[in-house]
């Protein structure tokens, strides 16, 4: 016959944060500016809210501190299409990029973007997974995590 000991121990809380970490949004906030993956966090209006050093290193924008408050195709972020001698992308297709989508979908987005650092003749394909944040109910921003390809 088997033999079960069952114990009862307090539950494990995690010391407060001295961050300012009180929603959902800045949770993701603080997990995404400390994260080793690439990824990005946009608020409602599009502004860079967090992003991780290496999602920084593989759209080609700099620092996380160069990026951080400014809309988020206005913050370097280059994005150009799949042809042979590859053009910016027009406002009707960036809005069709995951982060933009997933924000005014509500709903999980996936694409794949190509990202054009200064002086780069080529660009680089990224991978991006997105979804909507909510905060109270409602969307607050978008989550993407991306990969090369």
């Given at each position: 016959?088997?033999?079960?000991?069952?114990?009862l121990s307090?539950?494990?809380?995690?010391?407060?944060s001295?961050?300012q970490?009180s929603?959902?949004?800045?949770?993701?906030?603080?997990?995404?500016?400390?994260?080793?993956?690439?990824?990005?966090l946009?608020?409602?209006?599009?502004?860079?809210?967090?992003?991780?050093?290496?999602?920084c290193?593989l759209l080609?924008?700099?620092?996380?501190?160069?990026?951080?408050?400014?809309?988020?195709?206005?913050?370097?972020?280059?994005?150009?299409?799949?042809?042979?001698?590859?053009?910016?992308?027009t406002?009707q297709?960036?809005?069709?990029?995951?982060p933009?989508?997933?924000?005014?979908?509500e709903r999980?987005?996936?694409?794949?973007?190509r990202?054009?650092?200064?002086?780069?003749?080529?660009g680089?394909?990224?991978?991006?997974?997105?979804?909507?944040?909510?905060?109270?109910?409602?969307?607050?921003?978008?989550?993407?995590?991306?990969?090369?390809?």
């Open positions: 016959m088997a033999h079960v000991e069952l114990s307090e539950v494990f809380a995690p010391a407060a001295t961050e970490e929603d959902n949004f800045g949770q993701w906030s603080g997990m995404v500016s400390r994260a080793a993956e690439p990824c990005l946009i608020d409602a209006d599009t502004t860079v809210v967090a992003i991780s050093s290496s999602g290193d080609c924008l700099g620092a996380p501190e160069d990026v951080i408050g400014l809309p988020l195709l206005e913050g370097g972020l280059r994005l150009v299409d799949f042809t042979a001698s590859p053009s910016e992308l406002e297709e960036t809005d069709k990029i995951p933009l989508l997933a924000l005014h979908s999980l987005a996936r694409g794949l973007l990202v054009q650092g200064p002086g780069s003749d080529a680089r394909t990224v991978d991006a997974i997105s979804t909507p944040v909510l905060t109270d109910g409602a969307v607050a921003g978008s989550l993407t995590f991306l990969s090369a390809v």
